[in-house]
């Protein structure tokens, strides 16, 4: 166990609407990472945001936003779904100062799928 | 597309063999190369990791090779067991952004 929680661990819904997924990084953490697992895209680096800013961007969807809140949790908002978007969904968490180096601990992951 | 190209896609190996992973990458901004464990059902882990200056890391059973001038560096799972059986993913860091690869699925036959 990582230590890194996410809810739901399933979520099922159909093309066009809006879901939230929730993380909680491990404590102490401040940096919160999201990534997207698919079988033809692999495992692919959304966003990154430390202490509440955004560090860092990846392949991240228009459609696709990300908060960090003050307690340090973090939500994942993905809207006008498509078909495409079906796939795992992990968080990760590191400590310290958010330099790319510290070691990463991954959640369960959520499994999105869009009918 | 893929900035971290991985193979095999998929190897079966005996218990107590080697089972060897290859990376490329084409970057050279990357300055750090983590690989990640992945079980069914779970996230990845941090297996073990190497910076570019370094040649050779090894931690118990795993040994990651690099070769800084090829662009390509390598897992070596030694005296591998049926509980390494598990996909592995190579990675490279630049500016905060992870790339991974496409990752290999072991298979350790007892």
């Known amino acids: 166990d990582s230590g890194v929680t996410q809810t739901p661990k399933h979520l099922i819904t159909a093309t066009g609407q809006r879901v939230t997924l929730r993380c909680s990084p491990r404590?102490?953490?401040?940096?919160v990472y999201w990534y997207q697992q698919s079988l033809d895209q692999g495992l692919q680096f959304l966003i990154q945001?430390?202490?509440?800013?955004?560090?860092a961007k990846g392949n991240i969807l228009e459609r696709f936003s990300a908060q960090q809140f003050p307690d340090l949790h973090s939500e994942l908002n993905l809207s006008s779904l498509e078909l495409g978007d079906s796939a795992l969904y992990f968080c990760?968490?590191?400590?310290?100062?958010?330099?790319?180096?510290?070691?990463?601990?991954f959640g369960p992951g959520t499994r999105l799928t869009v009918l | 597309q893929q900035q971290v190209k991985q193979s095999p896609q998929s190897l079966i190996v005996q218990k107590g063999g080697i089972s060897i992973i290859n990376c490329a990458y084409e970057?050279?901004?990357?300055?750090?190369f983590p690989w990640y464990q992945q079980f069914p059902g779970k996230g990845p882990a941090l297996l073990i990791a190497?910076?570019?200056?370094?040649s050779e890391k090894k931690e118990g059973r795993f040994t990651i090779s690099f070769n800084k001038s090829a662009k390509q560096f390598s897992l070596h799972i030694m005296d591998s067991q049926p509980g390494d059986s598990a996909t592995y993913f190579c990675?490279?860091?630049?500016?905060?952004?992870?790339?991974f690869g496409a990752g290999t699925t072991v298979t350790v036959r007892a």
């Open positions: 990675a490279a860091i630049n500016d905060y952004k992870l790339s």
């Open positions: 404590s102490g953490d401040l940096s």
């Open positions: 945001y430390y202490n509440g800013e955004e560090r």
């Open positions: 970057n050279t901004a990357f300055d750090y």
């Open positions: 990760a968490s590191s400590v310290g100062s958010g330099s790319p180096y510290n070691e990463q601990f």
């Open positions: 190497i910076r570019p200056d370094v």
